[in-house]
């Protein structure tokens, strides 16, 4: 009975235990989607290369970023982002309609 207890034990104490505790392994898409929707430039990259090198999976970064960027460079997006006093910085694939639409927002942002 107490090899069963100190098995079980271990087991449930086994689950606890991270696989790695390396801050770069990550799943780079979930990152690039954040960078993404922060509205992120493509030579963001460079940054998490800096800290993490070559285990940054820049493929799977990129694909993240624009899905990101999909949530970005939506119009009400643009706006509010722009009405809340944020840069653009140039990275929506209509980039006409979307600079107008950020200083429309950033238009009601200064007359407040």
């Not at 090198?53 to 509010?80: F, S």
Request: with cysteine; proline share 3%; net charge negative.
């Amino acid at each position: 009975m107490r090899s069963l207890v100190i098995m079980l034990c271990a087991t449930l104490l086994g689950g606890c235990v991270s696989n790695s505790d390396d801050p770069c392994e990550k799943v780079w898409s979930d990152v690039g989607e954040g960078d993404g929707k922060l509205g992120f430039a493509a030579d963001r990259v460079e940054f998490h290369q800096t800290q993490c090198g070559t285990k940054v999976d820049v493929a799977m970064w990129e694909q993240g970023r624009q899905k990101g960027l999909a949530w970005y460079c939506r119009p009400e997006h643009l706006y509010l982002a722009g009405r809340s006093g944020e840069e653009y910085r140039g990275v929506c694939p209509n980039d006409v309609q979307a600079r107008r639409l950020f200083a429309q927002g950033r238009q009601g942002w200064t007359d407040q």
